[in-house]
């Protein structure tokens, strides 16, 4: 198992301003997942960050609007840029901790964002 | 896109009956997993079902899998206010030839359970 925390846990920004996401893991990782859960909404996922290579993003997210950064193998950052309500969602992080043999991935308690 | 439909969307009981839910999928799968999330917060794992199985039991939980019809469910037995909380299938594709999973959601059922 993996105990992962995120800062912030929440936060109220205003439109056009820009938020950074950390995720801290207590093991090692290679994988890193980031997703949004819109109000009332299931989880999707952002991108995958493996440490040392660029973030894989998922169709309909991009770079410019949601940069990652995967210094080392137990740290991410997730940054929402630029942003609009429409972005007012909670983002969490999860990992695969080395040796899952079936891909459970454990998760962050999440941030919830509001973007007024 | 979200590949998982989940049935039904709000399941609301009495402490000490069962609760189904009900997941269907829509391509081939590695294996699917049930993530429960409390209040809007982290999810947590509950059970994973690999898609060579049929059955599995975890304490009060009982999953299923019926890949001809790409479905699954999870059984709740003697529930417990405590159980109150979001339940979400998760299917895992390995894409691309990679070892690692992504997790597709379903669209996750609000079971409240009542004292």
């Known amino acids: 198992s993996a105990v992962i925390s995120q800062k912030p846990s929440r936060d109220i920004c205003q439109r056009g301003t820009s938020l950074t996401i950390q995720c801290q893991v207590d093991?090692?990782?290679?994988?890193m997942f980031w997703y949004r859960q819109q109000p009332g909404q299931s989880l999707t996922l952002i991108a995958t960050?493996?440490?040392?290579?660029?973030?894989?993003?998922e169709s309909g997210f991009v770079i410019d609007k949601f940069p990652i950064s995967r210094p080392n193998l137990t740290f991410s950052t997730l940054t929402v840029s630029n942003m609009s309500p429409e972005d007012s969602s909670i983002y969490l992080c999860?990992?695969?901790?080395?040796?899952?043999?079936?891909?459970?991935?454990?998760f962050g308690p999440g941030t919830r964002l509001t973007v007024l | 896109s979200q590949q998982g439909e989940e049935d039904p969307q709000a399941l609301s009981i009495q402490e000490g009956e069962n609760a189904t839910m009900n997941c269907s999928y829509k391509?081939?799968?590695?294996?699917l997993q049930w993530y429960r999330q409390n209040s809007g917060r982290g999810l947590v794992h509950l059970i994973l079902?690999?898609?060579?199985?049929r059955e599995k039991h975890s304490g009060r939980l009982r999953v299923t899998l019926d890949t001809s019809k790409k479905s699954s469910s999870l059984l709740i037995t003697a529930s417990r206010a405590a159980d109150t909380a979001s339940y979400f299938c998760?299917?895992?594709?390995?894409?691309?030839?990679?070892?690692?999973?992504?997790?597709?959601f379903g669209q996750g059922t609000i079971l409240t359970v009542h004292p």
């Open positions: 998760a299917t895992v594709h390995h894409a691309g030839g990679t070892s690692y999973g992504k997790l597709t």
């Open positions: 960050a493996n440490q040392g290579s660029e973030a894989t993003y």
């Open positions: 999860s990992v695969e901790p080395r040796g899952m043999t079936y891909n459970e991935q454990f």
């Open positions: 391509t081939s799968i590695n294996n």
């Open positions: 093991s090692q990782v290679t994988m």
């Open positions: 079902i690999r898609s060579n199985e």
